[in-house]
């Protein structure tokens, strides 16, 4: 079947704008995770969804990021008032319930000039 | 402190050497998967593995949980698995907790098998 898909798959952005990073897990995976990779920080967790809530949200690295999941399944990761250090590869991952295996999308590279 | 310690960071191997990549992890874990990160950044699952032994094809993984540790083992190496070898694992801070699998990544190590 059809894996974890993001789009865009690459976004450059202006400095102060604000960008929206989308994610569709694989049918019928209802645990949800963002993560983000970058040269400093390696693969860092951002944020869980078990279905439509988000139990754990201590990753997000400011209130500049929100993310939402609607219908159990797309999740979209909204960063405000982009900065430099926002660029990164923005990962998202999905598993048939928390704690089992996750799945990883191909990512979006996001760079802010 | 450090919670996930992959060795070694780097590793360099001619086509069809054999060799093994460790993952120390700080506390009780409840998840460990091994990935393998290819050229375009896509991640690879390889193994969920928190305990016990597994195999597909040339690889192998062993995690003994009770001492914190899982190695993952490479046998005939080839030019197509070189790349970045991530361990990640789901702690449970002093054995309690919730579980609902927020992964914490090692460093990684970068394989690179020369032909």
């Known amino acids: 079947g059809a894996g974890v898909s993001q789009s865009p798959s690459n976004k450059v952005t202006e400095k102060g704008k604000d960008v929206e990073l989308r994610c569709d897990p694989i049918s019928g995976h209802t645990a949800l995770y963002w993560y983000r990779q970058s040269l400093g920080q390696g693969l860092e967790f951002l944020i869980y969804?078990?279905?439509?809530?988000?139990?754990?949200k201590s990753g997000l690295p400011s209130d500049r990021f929100s993310a939402e999941r609607t219908g159990g399944s797309v999740s979209t990761l909204t960063i405000q008032r982009t900065q430099q250090e926002d660029s990164a590869v923005y990962l998202c991952?999905?598993?048939?319930?928390?704690?089992?295996?996750?799945?990883f999308g191909p990512g979006t590279r996001l760079t802010v000039t | 402190g450090i919670q996930v310690e992959q060795s070694p960071p780097d590793l360099i191997l001619q086509e069809g050497a054999n060799s093994t990549l460790r993952c120390n992890f700080s506390?009780?874990?409840?998840?460990l998967q091994w990935f393998h990160q290819n050229p375009w950044g896509q991640l690879i699952n390889l193994f969920y593995i928190p305990s016990g032994t597994k195999q597909n094809g040339r690889l192998s993984a062993t995690t003994v949980a009770t001492e914190r540790y899982s190695l993952l083992y490479i046998s005939s190496s080839q030019t197509t698995d070189s790349g970045v070898y991530f361990c990640a694992v789901e702690l449970l801070r002093g054995g309690r907790g919730t579980s609902y699998g927020k992964l914490t990544f090692g460093q990684g190590t970068i394989l690179t098998v020369h032909p």
């Open positions: 969804f078990q279905g439509n809530s988000a139990p754990d």
């Open positions: 991952a999905s598993s048939y319930r928390g704690a089992y295996e996750q799945y």
């Open positions: 506390d009780s874990v409840n998840n």
